[in-house]
């Protein structure tokens, strides 16, 4: 009977410890299962350091990637209508030579230009992802624009009160659309020179992160942090998120 009620526990014990791990895998590979996990309550993002070289095409190895904590969004400019089938994800890495962004994201259907793999104006007009960084020192209406597309498109601007200046930073970029999972990826190497002249991985950066996808009148503007604007408008920096910069 002793030998009985021992086993019994034990099993219990091993069921438990089977359910732990389980749901330890469900929460590390989640994604947006409902609208109501759209709603990205966390104002702060943090690139993890790079741990590898860049490989031979300038990119992050696959497993870096693994290391940065990503957010996800998924909801409009002023934080409603989520649609988990636009969902956008986000991961960043970082080197003293390199801020390096992926974007995963979740489409219904693709609208891009012609042009393939190269730097094009006027490139949120079509769908894109998009991030807009302000290093420490800047002043609120000044920061950088980079937007990259499903077909490997990119674009980067300096933003200030003056209007949009072409910064041509030599940034790598490169993307890749998997029509049966509706998903496309995208990733951003730009050079670390071409943000700040004086980096610090101690000092915080404010940033945002959106999406655009479709054509009018049904186009759809997502946003990480909401601009809260009655017209889609990206252009909010006081709404931006902070960026932080992990050593890990």
Sequence with gaps: MVVLIALLALLGIMLRGELSYGAHLMQRDRHVSSPSDCAESNAQVVAARLRNPLDEQGFPEAGDWQNARPVVFCSDWQGKHPDPQRETEVRLLWSPQFLC?????KFRKVHVFPEVNQRRDHLWDRDVA???LQPLGFEMKHYKEFEVSPNGNWIDLDISPRGALNLMCELKARATVDDKSRVWVAELAIPMRCLTEDFNSNRDWRVNFFRAEGADPNRFYSAWRATNTPKPNFHVPERFG????SSE
């Design 101 to 105: 962004l992926r974007f995963r994201c």
């Design 130 to 132: 998009e991030v807009f």
């Design 242 to 245: 902070t960026l932080k910069f």
